[in-house]
């Protein structure tokens, strides 16, 4: 069973990994869209991630098996990629990739939930699974990247067959009914209404406040760096962008032995620092001499994404009452994934079109002050994060907790 629920988190990170990395750079360099399109192309995963918890409480919570939502969402997905990969207008395509977020988006969180529901201690074996979607996201951009295609459509086309190959695998998996199925549906079983209590909290508003703002600047890396490394003349930019995730698998085994000598304040702030320092390597270096810049950014991926992400999970775990942390949890995804990612797609965009040079066969970007704008704002955050936040709790016996 444990190896069958891994095979579907490669499948399901493969997807999104297909496409998501490198369509900034097909729709910029191919289809000349400008980095406020770009960003706004970027952003449909954000609406995705604000509605999906409402979709999935009605549909897999009360109404249908998670496995047969999972089979249809992607089945509709693969044809509104097939669909988006045709269009050259941006309002069009814009509405494709929208409603296929809509359907992705969704699976994410399903994914998670079909698997907690088949393994008997989900706290000490999930890790163990879910490990595998980042190694299908480090595969499919393997694959792109040598197959040279970034700058086209074929990596939607991919993603498209990816869907279709897991929506088959998905009904091969055990069946998973709605647990809730004879329970009203109520919108407070959606959104964590409850949680926003422990906002009160100041230690714990400013975690909220910081973990939003800091995805602001965040979203110029997802939305825009495989279209600046390709602008640059680097070579493989998919395939050297996995880097990013060898180095997340990587940093999960230091979280623990962090977490004892730093504790939670000092774990989130390096993470914060790292988007800095990352920042700062892409406005310098440069393919040649200074290609070690490029690699150092690429590599900080680990750090940016588990001392900031996967500590502040931990630290909602360890704060928010039993009965609160699963509303907790997705109070803040909403506001990372969801609203910080939105908001960060619209500021990237608008800031890459002020440093862009268009015209009727190309555009001609300056990124050396659009990476140290997003820097900047970054440290503005660390800064804040630092001077105002306060962690009350020691860190002894939290490794333990860490390393469940």
Sequence with gaps: ???????????????????????????????????????????????????????????????????????VLHIIGAVLLVVAAQQSSFL???AMLLAYSLCYMPTLALTTSLAMRHIDDPGDEFGAIRVFGTIGWIVVGLIVGAWGVEATASPLHLAAALSLVMACYCLTLPATPPLARHQRFELRHAFPFESL???????????????????????????FTNLFLNDIGVVNAAGKMTGGQMSELFCMLLIPWFFRHLGVKYMLAI???????????????????????????????????????????????????P?????????????????????????????VDAHTTANTQSAAHDWRPIWLF?????????????????DRKSTVGNAATVAN
């Design 374 to 390: 997003a820097g900047t704002c970054a440290a503005v955050v660390l800064v804040l994060f630092v001077l105002l936040f306060k």
């Design 92 to 94: 069009v395509l814009y």
């Design 271 to 321: 993470g914060m620092l790292a988007w800095v320092l990352r920042y700062a390597m892409f406005a310098f270096g440069a393919p040649g001499e200074l290609m070690w810049m490029l690699w150092v950014g690429i590599v900080l991926h680990g750090i940016c994404f588990d001392f900031f992400f996967v500590v502040g999970q931990i630290y909602i775990d360890r704060e928010a009452p």
């Design 197 to 223: 209590e422990l906002l009160r909290d100041r230690s714990m508003a400013i975690f909220a406040l910081a973990s939003f703002l800091i995805c602001i600047p965040l979203q110029f890396y997802y939305a």
């Design 323 to 351: 009965a609160l942390r699963a509303a907790t949890q997705g109070l803040i995804t909403f506001l990372t994934y969801g609203l910080g990612m939105f908001v960060g797609s619209w500021v990237s965009g608008v800031v």
């Design 1 to 71: 069973m444990k190896w069958r629920l891994r095979l579907m988190m490669l499948f399901e990170y493969a997807i999104w990994g297909a496409w998501y990395v490198t369509v900034g750079t097909w729709l910029g360099k191919t289809l000349h869209f400008s980095g406020e399109q770009i960003g706004a192309v970027a952003g449909t995963t954000a609406i995705g991630a604000m509605i999906s918890p409402l979709f999935v409480g009605l549909l897999a919570d009360r109404l249908f098996d998670t496995r047969r939502v999972l089979a």
